[in-house]
Nanobody, 124 residues
């Protein structure tokens, strides 16, 4: 049974940093591309980033390019998203997910399984 559990969300000031993580189980971790999307209730889903199975390929949404970094630890079955220079518009729920058909341009990603999400709030 695929299980993805996000953690690390919270409150942060504009310009600050936050690292969200995802603990995965129930599947062969390094065989899957993974990613992050964000979505507020009743709002559209926005793909943020993805990473392929061995961690060598990453893609980012233009809105976070240069500020966010996705990484994975295939020995610990964890996925991370380091978020720097956070802006107010980063406030929403962040979900980690498996990526079907591999990591590619984020607007073309197909999501498989995802977790319950972790809330990130940027507030002064």
């Amino acid at each position: 049974q695929v299980r993805l559990v996000e953690s690390g969300g919270g409150l942060v000031q504009p310009g600050g940093s936050l690292r969200v993580s995802c603990a995965a189980s129930g599947f062969t971790f390094d065989a899957y591309a993974l990613g992050w999307f964000r979505q507020a209730p009743a709002k559209e889903r926005e793909a943020v980033s993805c990473i392929n199975g061995n961690g060598e390929t990453t893609h980012y949404a233009a809105s976070v390019q240069g500020r966010f970094t996705i990484s994975r630890d295939n020995t610990e079955n964890t996925l991370h998203l380091q978020m720097n220079s956070l802006k107010f518009d980063a406030t929403t729920i962040y979900y980690c997910a498996t990526v079907t058909y591999g990591c590619r341009v984020v607007t073309a990603l197909t999501w498989g399984y995802w977790g319950q999400g972790t809330q990130v709030t940027v507030t002064s």
